[in-house]
């Protein structure tokens, strides 16, 4: 079975400082991979994906995710944080062809001052 | 999103009482499923279903029994409450395409069981 681990588990920020919020996972076969964010009081949004081809991938909200698959890496980035990032931020993985069963990391609770 | 709804949004609950939870999409979605959130534990799979006639257990599906009432339909419930049971409940769906593996969630139903 696989499983991801999110190391950060509270990061606290300046506004305009960067950010870098690691994830990796473990599973022997390819995957898809996800971050979510959950902004306070909300559910969960897609913030990007990685299904196949480059492994800089860009989602919404400037942020940006690498995937490295020698160390089975998925780390999420931010070149310059703002207050309404504030959030906490899951990272996933799902096999490919084994379904839709994503598996979450116990999230990052990111917190930006201003 | 508000195409995928859940009822009740709060519910508080006693020791032993049976509760439903509902999820409800619009989304024409196949396949859907029930996470918990615990703080410091990510969101774990309960159940899942790939359609109507499809329904299996994930993780963490002890305690629980669900119901796909129909495609747009999917409930949880609880057979008898317990407090560790008390967490965010989210529901999600996603389409039955392997290679799209996103989840869209609902906005949460909170469960506390005294």
């Known amino acids: 079975a696989q499983s991801v681990s999110q190391h950060n588990h509270h990061v606290i920020l300046s506004e305009a400082a960067s950010l870098e919020l690691g994830c990796n996972y473990s599973y022997g076969g390819t995957v898809n991979l996800f971050w979510y964010v959950q902004y306070p009081g909300q559910h969960l949004q897609l913030l990007l994906k990685y299904f196949s081809g480059d492994p800089l991938v860009k989602g919404i909200k400037g942020f940006e995710a690498e995937f490295i698959k020698s160390k089975f890496s998925f780390n999420l980035r931010k070149p310059s944080v703002q207050w309404s990032d504030t959030a906490e931020y899951f990272c996933?993985?799902?096999?490919?062809?084994?379904?839709?069963?994503?598996?979450f990391g116990t999230g990052t609770q990111l917190k930006v001052e201003l | 999103d508000a195409d995928v709804t859940q009822t009740p949004r709060n519910r508080i609950t006693k020791t032993g009482k049976r509760i439903m939870l509902e999820c409800s999409q619009t989304?024409?979605?196949?396949?859907m499923y029930w996470y918990r959130q615990d703080p410091g534990l990510g969101l774990r799979l309960i159940y899942y279903s790939f359609d109507v006639k499809d329904i299996n257990k994930g993780e963490i599906s002890d305690g629980y029994s669900v119901s796909r009432q129909a495609q747009a339909k999917f409930s949880l419930s609880l057979e008898s409450a317990i407090p560790n049971q008390t967490a965010l409940y989210f529901c999600?769906?996603?389409?039955?395409?392997?290679?799209?593996?996103?989840?869209?969630f609902g906005p949460g139903t909170r469960l506390t069981v005294l």
């Open positions: 996933a993985v799902t096999p490919k062809g084994g379904g839709n069963k994503l598996t």
């Open positions: 999600a769906t996603s389409v039955a395409i392997s290679s799209y593996n996103e989840q869209f």
């Open positions: 989304k024409g979605h196949d396949r």
